[in-house]
């Protein structure tokens, strides 16, 4: 093989590997994202990370309440005690905000809306994608 042959598949070598190596970052990159972005964690999901401890699995207030903590209200009654139509709005207020109590009170409700942001470093729009998949999954197991 000649020199100037050796030299132009050597060439060729270095770019098919910096094109190869371009390619899958992005790639690499793009799946990044879109897990992060994506409807990944279901509403069940989220509600069992982070509503369960308190209101339990069944959404019916019957985890564990530590004093001085009242039991959480039965998630699954809300279009009930609402004239019978779920209150999503209210329900992702919550989620977003807390519940305002009298001061001097323990906190009873966390504002998911904060943490949900801060601790898995998510912009405002993934923050109320998940507050929207929890809204849902809540309503879809409303009681008739």
Known sequence: MSRLASRNV????????A??????AQVKEKEKT????????SGARLY???CAVCHGMDLKGTGPVPSPYRP??????????????FPAAYV?????????????????MPVWGTDLATKDERDEAQV?????????????????
Not at 92 to 108: K, Y
């Open 10 to 17: 050597f060439m060729a070598c270095i770019l098919a590997g």
């Open 19 to 24: 094109i190869s190596g371009t390619c899958l």
């Open 34 to 41: 879109s897990v992060q972005s994506s409807g990944a964690t």
């Open 48 to 50: 069992k990370q982070h």
């Open 72 to 85: 959480p209200p039965d998630l699954t009654t809300l279009a009930r005690r609402h004239g019978g139509k």
């Open 92 to 108: 992702s207020n919550v989620l977003r905000n807390g519940v305002r109590l009298p001061a001097h009170g323990p906190a009873e």
């Open 128 to 144: 109320s994608e998940r507050i929207k998949a929890l809204t849902d999954y809540i309503e879809s197991l409303q009681q008739k």
